[in-house]
C-alpha cells in the first residue's frame, strides 16, 4: 500500500488554476521527485499533500495518506496525522525555525506534541535525533539558539523536527537550494540515509534535474499546473520522451558554443586585494587577471568573500591593499573624468533582475543610466537610438522601452540588466550569479546570449558562481576562492580534471551534475 | 481600507469648512456683541454664542483654518529640512550619519510638546513661530523615516549599478532614492499632522500659537475652562473639533500603512 496517494488533484485559487488533474504515489522506502520550473504548481501539490493549502483554494480529486482520505480528516486529526504520519521541510531553514526557542527544545516540543513522553525523555529523545541527523552534542549542544548555526545545520535541525516523531512520509519542498553546494551534497546524503534506516517515504520537491538525478526512484515532471511525464528516474532522465522534458534535460546539459580567446595582454589585473569588515579578513591578497575576449570563472561558496571582492573590483568599495587595473590604470585610485572613462570599460549584471532593476523607472531611463559616464551629454533622440540597439543586441525590442520592469519575467529583466551593461561598450562584464535565479530553460538562453554577444563584441567576462557545473561549460579559466583567500586558478578544464586544492576537489566532487549522477547509476545496476 | 475611508472623510470634511470659511462665515467671527453673549443652540446660531457673543459655529470654521495652515506648514517645513538630512546621512554614512542621527536623539530626548512651548515662549507668541516651533521637533522623525528606508535601498543593487554609471551619492539620492521612499514619508507625514494638529492646539491654549483676534480651536479650549460649569458647550465643541481631525488624521496614516505593508 502506497503511503501517499494523489489522485486527480486540481487546485484553484479564484478563477485561476494552479494545479490540474494531477496524481502520483509515494511508497515506503521510496524516493519520489516532483520536478518542475517556478510557476509549475509542484509547491501546490506538496502543501496540497500536508493538508496546507490556504482556504482561498478550492481543490478536487483525493489525496490519501497511510490510507485516510485528508478530506475527511477534521482539523484535530490532521494535526495528529501531520508530524506523526507525514511531515515536511521547507526550502529556508531560517523562517522555518522559531528563531527564540533552543533548537533541542524545538526537536523536543515536536517529540512531545505527539507522544505522551515527559519532558526529561524528550529532551533526551532530542539529543538521540539531533545526533542522528548529523549534530551531535559536541558540534552543537541543544542549547543553541538558531542564528548560532550555518545554514546547513539549520537544514539538519528542521530535519530533525521533521523526523521527530517518527514519520511514514517525508515531503521536502527544495530543501537544498537556499544551501552551498558542499553542504548540499551533505544534507541529500542524509535524506538517503534516512529513508533507507527508516523506510520512510520521501516526496522531494525540486528544480535542480542533477539534484533528482542523485536521488529519485521515480520522476514526476510538472508544466504550468499539470503533468508532463513521469517513470524511473535514469530511464526518464537518459530518454525523455515528451518535447518539454527534453528541453528541460537539453537545458540542464545546455553548453553554449564558444570560441577559445585569443592570447593577448590581460584587461583586469587584480593585484593582491585585500578588504577586511572589522575584524574579518573578507579577501586575503586576492590576485588573478582577466585577458581579452576571456572568461574568468571566479567560484566560491557563501562567505568566500567573491561578492567583497567583486565591489573591490568594481571600485564600489576601495580595498585596504592592492590594486585592481584595467588596461593597466588603476580603478581604485582613479577620480572624477578618468574613473568616468575606466567604468565605461567594466560594467556589472548582478544576481537577482528584480532588485537591480529599479522598480520607478522606465526600461528606457535604466538602460541608459550608464550614458551618464560619456564625456558629452546626447540628445534623447540618439539616447533613445543606443536604447533601442541596445534592447536589440539583448533580444528585447525598442517598444519595450517604454514599460516598466515589473512587467516582464525574471529572464526577460535580466536582459534587461545585460542591455545596461552594453549600452556603453564595455570590455568587461562582471557577470554576479548572473543566471543563478533563473529557470533552466530561460538560464540557457541568457547563457547563450552571453557567448554570442562575447564572440560579436569581442567582451570578457568575470563570472561569479558558486556552480562548478555551469563553469565548466563557460569559463576558459577558473580562480577558487575561500574564506577569502584564492586557493587555486588555472585552465577550466585542467582544474577539474585534476584539481590540486583539497577544497576545489570537495567542491568538485559536492557539484551536483546530470551526466555523472547518471553514469553513477548505470554502473550501480550494471 | 475603513480606516481610509472614515480617515480621508474627517479630514475632506475639515478642509472644506477651513475652504469655505476663507469665503464665508455665517457671522464676523471678530465682530464682539455682549448683549448676545452666551446665547443657546438656536437656528440663527446652531451651535449658539460664545461669552462675548461671537457665533461659535463661525469661530470653528475659522479656527479649523487656522489649525490646518498651522499644521500643514509644520509638517511642510519638516519634511524639506528633515528628508534630506536623512537621505544624506544614509548616503554618506560615517560621521555624517553619525551627526544627523546623535542630533535627532537629543532633540527626542527632550518632551516634544514642552520644547515647542519653550521655543514659541522664547521667539514669542504667533503663528509664524507656532509653525517653526512644531517643524522643530517633526525634523528628526522625518530624517529617521527617511534615513532607515533608504539604508535598506543603499544596499540594492539597482543602486549599485546607478554607482556603476557614474552618478554621485546626491543624483543616486534623489533620482533612485526618494522616489523609492516617497510613499513611506507620505504615511509618515500624515501620522506626523495629527500630532501637529494636537501641538498647534496646545500652543494656543497656552497662548502661544497664533494670536487674538483670530479664532483658534486651542484658545477657545483655554477660553472656555471658567464658563465649564455654565456653558459646557463652549468646551465640547472645540474639543471634539480637536479630537476629530486628530483622529482623523491618525485612521488615514495607520490605514495607509497598513496597505502599504503587503504583509497586513
Known amino acids: ?526 | 481600507m475603513r480606516a481610509i475611508v472614515i480617515g480621508g472623510a474627517l479630514i475632506a470634511l475639515a478642509a472644506g469648512v477651513a475652504l469655505l470659511s476663507l469665503l464665508w462665515t455665517p457671522y464676523d467671527v471678530t465682530a464682539v456683541d455682549v448683549a448676545r453673549k452666551l446665547l443657546p443652540i438656536s437656528a440663527a446660531h446652531p451651535l449658539g454664542t460664545d461669552q462675548l457673543g461671537r457665533d461659535l459655529l463661525s469661530m470653528i470654521m475659522a479656527g479649523a483654518q487656522v489649525s490646518l495652515a498651522v499644521s500643514l506648514l509644520a509638517v511642510a517645513t519638516a519634511l524639506a529640512v528633515g528628508v534630506p538630512l536623512g537621505l544624506a546621512a544614509a548616503a554618506l554614512g560615517g560621521w555624517a550619519d553619525e551627526a544627523v542621527m546623535r542630533s535627532g536623539d537629543v532633540l527626542f530626548a527632550f518632551p516634544s510638546l514642552l520644547l515647542a512651548i519653550l521655543l514659541a515662549a522664547v521667539l514669542g507668541p504667533g503663528a509664524a513661530n507656532a509653525v517653526l516651533a512644531i517643524a522643530l521637533f517633526n525634523v528628526p522623525v522625518f530624517a529617521r523615516v527617511a534615513r532607515g528606508a533608504a539604508m535598506g535601498l543603499w544596499r540594492r543593487d539597482f543602486i549599485a549599478a546607478a554607482r556603476l554609471a557614474g552618478k554621485s551619492r546626491a543624483a543616486i539620492s534623489i533620482e533612485h532614492v526618494l522616489p523609492n521612499i516617497a510613499a513611506i514619508l507620505g504615511v509618515q507625514a500624515t501620522i506626523q499632522l495629527s500630532l501637529a494638529l494636537l501641538a498647534e492646539a496646545g500652543l494656543s491654549y497656552v497662548g502661544l500659537g497664533v494670536q487674538p483676534p483670530a479664532p483658534s480651536w486651542g484658545r477657545m479650549l483655554a477660553e472656555a475652562q471658567t464658563l465649564i460649569g455654565t456653558a459646557p458647550r463652549l468646551a465640547i465643541v472645540p474639543g471634539c473639533a480637536i479630537l476629530l481631525v486628530v483622529l482623523g488624521f491618525a485612521l488615514l496614516g495607520d490605514g495607509l500603512r497598513d496597505r502599504m505593508d503587503p504583509r497586513g
Open chain 1, 1 to 526: 500500500m502506497s503511503l501517499l496517494s494523489i489522485e486527480g488533484l486540481t487546485v484553484a485559487y479564484g478563477g485561476q488554476v494552479a494545479v490540474r488533474d494531477v496524481s502520483l504515489a509515494v511508497a515506503p522506502g521510496e524516493i519520489i521527485a516532483l520536478v518542475g520550473e517556478s510557476g509549475s504548481g509542484k509547491s501546490t501539490v506538496a502543501l496540497a499533500a500536508m493538508g496546507l493549502l490556504p482556504g482561498s483554494a478550492t481543490t478536487g480529486g483525493r489525496i490519501t495518506v497511510a490510507g485516510q482520505a485528508l478530506d475527511r480528516l477534521g482539523p484535530r486529526d490532521l494535526d495528529r496525522l501531520r508530524g506523526r504520519t507525514v511531515s515536511m521541510i521547507f526550502q529556508e531553514p531560517l523562517t522555518a525555525l522559531n528563531p527564540a526557542m533552543r533548537i533541542g527544545a524545538q526537536v523536543a516540543e515536536a517529540i512531545r506534541l505527539h507522544g505522551r513522553v515527559s519532558r526529561r525523555e524528550a529532551d533526551a529523545r532530542a539529543g538521540e535525533v539531533l545526533a542522528r541527523v548529523g549534530l551531535p552534542a559536541e558540534v552543537a549542544p541543544p542549547s543553541r539558539y538558531p542564528h548560532e548555526l550555518s545554514g546547513g545545520q539549520r537544514q539538519r535541525v528542521a530535519i530533525a523536527i521533521a523526523i521527530a516523531a517518527g514519520p511514514d512520509l517525508l515531503i521536502a519542498d527544495e530543501p537544498t537550494t537556499a544551501l552551498d553546494v558542499t553542504t548540499q551534497a551533505h544534507v541529500l546524503a542524509l535524506l538517503r540515509r534516512l529513508v533507507a534506516e527508516d523506510g520512510m517515504g520521501l516526496l522531494l520537491v525540486s528544480h535542480d534535474l542533477a539534484v533528482v538525478a542523485g536521488m529519485a526512484d521515480r520522476i514526476f515532471v510538472m508544466k504550468d499546473g499539470a503533468l508532463v511525464e513521469e517513470g524511473p528516474a535514469a530511464g526518464l532522465l537518459a530518454d525523455p520522451r515528451q518535447p518539454y522534458t527534453r528541453t528541460l534535460v537539453a537545458s540542464a546539459r545546455h553548453r553554449p558554443a564558444r570560441a577559445a580567446p585569443p592570447e593577448s595582454a590581460p584587461l583586469l589585473e587584480v593585484c593582491g586585494v585585500s578588504r577586511r569588515h572589522g575584524a574579518l579578513l573578507a579577501v586575503d591578497d586576492a590576485s588573478f587577471t582577466v585577458g581579452r575576449g576571456e572568461t574568468v570563472g571566479l567560484v566560491g561558496e557563501s562567505g568566500s568573500g567573491k561578492t567583497t571582492l567583486l565591489r573591490t573590483i568594481l571600485a564600489l568599495d576601495p580595498p585596504q591593499a592592492g590594486d585592481v587595473l584595467l588596461g593597466g590604470e588603476s580603478i581604485v585610485q582613479a577620480r572624477g573624468a578618468a574613473l568616468r572613462r575606466l567604468r565605461r570599460n567594466v560594467q556589472a549584471v548582478f544576481q537577482d533582475p528584480g532588485g537591480s532593476l529599479d522598480p520607478r523607472h522606465r526600461v528606457e531611463r535604466i538602460v541608459a543610466e550608464p550614458l551618464h559616464l560619456l564625456d558629452q551629454r546626447i540628445d534623447p533622440a540618439e539616447r533613445r537610438r543606443r536604447v533601442e540597439q541596445a534592447l536589440g543586441q539583448v533580444g528585447l525590442s525598442g517598444a519595450d522601452a517604454d514599460r516598466f520592469p515589473h512587467q516582464f519575467s525574471g529572464g526577460q529583466r535580466q536582459r534587461i540588466a545585460i542591455a545596461r551593461a552594453l549600452i556603453v561598450e564595455p570590455a568587461l562584464v562582471v557577470l554576479d550569479e548572473a543566471v543563478s535565479a533563473l529557470d533552466v530553460s530561460v538560464r540557457a538562453g541568457i547563457l547563450d546570449l552571453l557567448a554570442d554577444l562575447s564572440a560579436r563584441l569581442g567582451l570578457s567576462y568575470l563570472f561569479v558562481s558558486h556552480d562548478l557545473a555551469m563553469m565548466r561549460h563557460v569559463a576558459d579559466r577558473l580562480v577558487v576562492l575561500r574564506k577569502g583567500r584564492i586557493v587555486e586558478q588555472g585552465r577550466t578544464a585542467d582544474i577539474l580534471a585534476r584539481p590540486a586544492h583539497a577544497y576545489t576537489a570537495e567542491l568538485l566532487a559536492a557539484t551536483p551534475d546530470l551526466d555523472a549522477a547518471l553514469a553513477r547509476r548505470a554502473a550501480a545496476q550494471a
